[in-house]
T-cell receptor, first 113, second 115 residues
Framework: DAKTTQPTSMDCAEGRAANLPCNHSTISGNEYVYWYRQIHSQGPQYIIHGLKNNETNEMASLIITEDRKSSTLILPHATLRDTAVYYCIVRPTTYNQGGKLIFGQGTELSVKP | SAVISQKPSRDICQRGTSLTIQCQVDSQVTMMFWYRQQPGQSLTLIATANQGSEATYESGFVIDKFPISRPNLTFSTLTVSNMSPEDSSIYLC????????????FGEGSRLTVL
């Protein structure tokens, strides 16, 4: 069973920030939040992950609430190439606890001119 | 990171036949996984390919239908056996490695159409 809930779809204007929410109210203390995206006809691409602190890299920022029950992926300046399905996934921190990713349905983000 | 090559990239097959999909990685990796993505759907994990031993299958997937091999740390195959139109999907290989921070990298997928 997917352990996350995301909106089915969202729109964003080109050049504006895209804020993608994710609920993970049953997250365990040893689970990270991972974000991947899948551009049409391609394999999924890693974006970012975090445990409890906010994280930022060259692609995006991840904001995790203090209770860790929800998070938001922020694309600061969305472009048309950011149109994709975005997946929020929780998984154990320890490498030996599986390594696998279980995907939910994701959010289909459409960036419009 | 890793460069993952899958072959074939796409194929059209007849009902009742079998097809083997290959996954080649440009470096040794600890873990390899096979996923299925049916049309318009999210990814579903089929199994973890274990080097030198039998694969670990997820609920709903069995070895007779999806036999998997992993002879070394850079290569794996997935066979889709006795195919039916319901097996028409994209099959994706993904890999991870100790020290990569838990990231998984994915191939571009093999698009299978069963007539």
């Amino acid at each position: 069973d997917a352990k996350t809930t995301q909106p089915t779809s969202m729109d964003c204007a080109e050049g504006r920030a895209a804020n993608l929410p994710c609920n993970h109210s049953t997250i365990s203390g040893n689970e990270y939040v991972y974000w991947y995206r899948q551009i049409h006809s391609q394999g999924p691409q890693y974006i970012i992950h975090g445990l409890k602190n906010n994280e930022t890299n060259e692609m995006a920022s991840l904001i995790i609430t203090e209770d860790r029950k929800s998070s938001t992926l922020i694309l600061p300046h969305a472009t048309l190439r950011d149109t994709a399905v975005y997946y929020c996934i929780v998984r154990p921190t320890t490498y030996n606890q599986g390594g696998k990713l279980i995907f939910g349905q994701g959010t289909e983000l459409s960036v419009k001119p | 990171s890793a460069v993952i090559s899958q072959k074939p990239s796409r194929d059209i097959c007849q009902r009742g036949t079998s097809l083997t999909i290959q996954c080649q990685v440009d470096s040794q990796v600890t873990m390899m996984f096979w996923y299925r993505q049916q049309p318009g759907q999210s990814l579903t994990l089929i199994a973890t390919a274990n080097q030198g031993s039998e694969a670990t299958y997820e609920s709903g997937f069995v070895i007779d239908k999806f036999p998997i091999s992993r002879p070394n740390l850079t290569f794996s195959t997935l066979t889709v056996s006795n195919m039916s139109p319901e097996d028409s999907s994209i099959y994706l290989c993904s890999v991870s490695h100790r020290g990569w921070g838990g990231e998984l990298f994915f191939g571009e997928g093999s698009r299978l159409t069963v007539l």
